[in-house]
């Protein structure tokens, strides 16, 4: 028979074990502050996460950074008339100056992403448990549809947050360059400056396919990481989880079945895809860009309407090549602008 051994413990000893370590050390919180927050906040306005993560220096950086990428665009645009003699007197033109706005744009957009994932990774280091995303599927399709990217970083996802916010941010830029092309175009006088500003337009429609795909990528991938915990682990385990999967149940039994979601959806597109060119023939579109070719060309522009016959061209080559209204342009083919 076994004996009775006896422990008698100091009362003192228990309490201090029973509440932890001694005080005077710091500790880290277990669940600190959340990055998907500090990552939105930021996201929203520059900065905004690093009060949050009380990163004041880094907030206040950023505020400033933020006012200087959205008001110098704006004064340049609205003060135009009056800075352009200044410009050129340092031999610069205004399609320089134009670009110039444009380049300092897209380097705000940079720092508008190094913003977000900086907030992120602020409050994600000062957490003892890793951050696992947010549990609402329904919010990450939201904000993922708003923003490419942002559905990534409520999931846990920063650097496939970093990837996706990067085509969201040339998104922005595709949109906003028509905007002081319109207010600037009628005040540009050479047609080297014009076709200058020509090309930040054609830039902008040729990117502008890609960032929608990817906006559609990046939206997929949040819902399907959203309802599936699995998929928010690293990659090297998912592939561990993988090869032991198949290693327990073979290749049909634990390949297949998880490659019905994709086969569907790839189904899907290439319906959808059939449906769109059986109802919606490319040929219907080439008035619309018949009219686009006259209404740019109208405006004294060249480089546009040279693109836009070639795309007739290419869509449909009779109507396109035999149109009665206009014959294919010389791109340098170009109405009285003065050089």
Request: hydrophobic share 50%.
């Amino acid at each position: 028979m076994p004996e009775k051994v006896w422990v008698l413990e100091s009362p003192t000893i228990r309490s201090s074990a029973q509440d932890g370590p001694s005080a005077g050390v710091p500790q880290t919180p277990l669940n600190g502050k959340s990055p998907a927050v500090a990552a939105t906040l930021s996201l929203l306005i520059w900065g905004g996460g690093q009060f949050y993560t009380r990163k004041l220096k880094w907030g206040f950086l950023f505020i400033l950074l933020m006012a200087n990428y959205s008001l110098i665009p704006a004064l340049g645009i609205v003060y135009w008339n009056f800075l352009t003699p200044i410009l050129e007197t340092f031999h610069i033109t205004r399609s320089d100056g134009l670009m110039g706005i444009e380049a300092l744009w897209l380097t705000g957009l940079i720092f508008w992403i190094f913003n977000v994932l900086h907030a992120y990774y602020s409050a994600e280091k000062n957490r003892a448990k890793p951050f696992d995303g947010i549990n609402h599927p329904m919010l990450v399709t939201l904000c993922s549809f708003l923003i490419p990217g942002w559905g990534q970083l409520l999931n846990g996802q920063p650097k496939k947050a970093g990837f996706f916010l990067i085509f969201a941010a040339a998104g922005f830029a595709a949109m906003t360059v028509p905007v002081p092309i319109f207010f600037i175009w009628p005040m540009l006088v050479t047609i080297d400056d014009r076709i200058a500003v020509e090309w930040m337009i054609v830039a902008a429609a040729v990117i502008s396919p890609l960032v929608l795909l990817m906006w559609l990528i990046g939206l997929y991938d949040a819902v399907r990481v959203g309802l599936d915990p699995v998929k928010k682990e690293r990659l090297r385990s998912r592939f561990e989880y993988a090869i032991n999967r198949i290693r327990i149940k073979g290749l049909a039994r634990g390949v297949l079945p998880q490659m019905k979601v994709f086969l569907m959806l790839a189904l899907f597109l290439a319906f959808t895809l059939v449906l769109g060119v059986f109802y919606f023939p490319l040929e219907n579109y080439v008035p619309l860009l018949q009219s686009l070719e006259k209404a740019t060309a109208e405006r004294g522009m060249v480089l546009t309407p040279y693109l836009i016959d070639h795309l007739r061209e290419a869509i449909a080559p009779e109507e396109s090549f035999h149109s009665e209204d206009r014959s294919p342009r010389s791109p340098r083919t170009s109405p009285a602008v003065n050089r």
